[in-house]
T-cell receptor, first 114, second 109 residues
Framework: ETGVTQTPRHLVMGMTNKKSLKCEQH?????MYWYKQSAKKPLELMFV???????ENNSVPSRFSPECPNSSHLFLHLHTLQPEDSALYLCASSPSGLETYEQYFGPGTRLTVT | QKEVEQNSGPLSVPEGAIASLNCTYSDRGSQSFFWYRQYSGKSPELIMFIYSNGDKEDGRFTAQLNKASQYVSLLIRDSQPSDSATYLCAVNTDYKLSFGAGTTVTVRA
C-alpha cells in the first residue's frame, strides 16, 4: 500500500443522506487531490489542494464539498447525491500541487447511491 | 479532442512477449508523463515517469517519450500474467494530471 489511506472503503447511501469521505496521507506531501472514476471513463479530477488552499474546483456540483484542515487530511462531504454519482472516489497526494510531480493514490472509496 | 488518448484494448500478449502501449497527448506544453497500473477493483499504482525525450528503463518496463510527436509509450518486456491490468497514461497540464481512459492488457499463459 502507498502512504495514502481512505475511509470508508465502501459506502452505500440514499439520495437524502449526508456522509463524508476521509483521506489521510503519511508521505509529507503538500498537495492532495480528489478524483472520480466511473466505469469505462478516464479519471476525472474534482479538487486540488496545495498547502491547504484549494487551487482547483473542476466544475464539480455543489453537492460535493471538500475540506482540507491540514496538509495531511482531506475530506469530501457528500449531500443529496444522485445515482449517477455512484463511482470510485480516489484521493491522491503529491509533493507539491504547483509542480508536475507524480501523484500517489489511496485505495479509494466505492460509493453507491441508491 | 481528448487531452490524452490511448488505445482501449484489450491487448492480449503471450507470456514472455513484449507488450507495447501507446499514448498521445494534445498539450504541446506538457512536461511530465506518467504510467500507472490499475488492477481490477484497485487504485492506480505509479510504475514509471519520464520528463525528457528518449527512453527510460526500470526493470522490465521502458518508457519512451517523443515530445515533437506528442507521443509517449510503455514497453513491458518478458510479460507475466501478473502484468494483466489496465495501464493509464497521465500527462501534466499546468499543475494537473490528465489521464487517458487506459489500455487493458491481458497476458495469456
Amino acid at each position: 500500500e502507498t502512504g495514502v489511506t481512505q475511509t470508508p472503503r465502501h459506502l452505500v447511501m440514499g439520495m437524502t443522506n449526508k456522509k463524508s469521505l476521509k483521506c489521510e496521507q503519511h508521505l509529507g506531501h503538500n498537495a492532495m487531490y480528489w478524483y472520480k472514476q466511473s466505469a469505462k471513463k478516464p479519471l476525472e479530477l474534482m479538487f486540488v489542494y496545495s498547502l491547504e488552499e484549494r487551487v482547483e474546483n473542476n466544475s464539480v456540483p455543489s453537492r460535493f464539498s471538500p475540506e482540507c484542515p491540514n496538509s495531511s487530511h482531506l475530506f469530501l462531504h457528500l449531500h443529496t447525491l444522485q445515482p449517477e454519482d455512484s463511482a470510485l472516489y480516489l484521493c491522491a497526494s503529491s509533493p507539491s500541487g504547483l509542480e508536475t510531480y507524480e501523484q500517489y493514490f489511496g485505495p479509494g472509496t466505492r460509493l453507491t447511491v441508491t | 479532442q481528448k487531452e490524452v488518448e490511448q488505445n482501449s484494448g484489450p491487448l492480449s500478449v503471450p507470456e514472455g512477449a513484449i507488450a507495447s502501449l501507446n499514448c498521445t497527448y494534445s498539450d504541446r506544453g506538457s512536461q511530465s508523463f506518467f504510467w500507472y497500473r490499475q488492477y481490477s477493483g484497485k487504485s492506480p499504482e505509479l510504475i514509471m515517469f519520464i520528463y525528457s525525450n528518449g527512453d527510460k528503463e526500470d526493470g522490465r518496463f521502458t518508457a519512451q517519450l517523443n515530445k515533437a510527436s506528442q507521443y509517449v509509450s510503455l514497453l513491458i518486456r518478458d510479460s507475466q500474467p501478473s502484468d494483466s491490468a489496465t495501464y493509464l497514461c497521465a500527462v501534466n497540464t499546468d499543475y494537473k494530471l490528465s489521464f487517458g481512459a487506459g489500455t487493458t492488457v491481458t497476458v495469456r499463459a
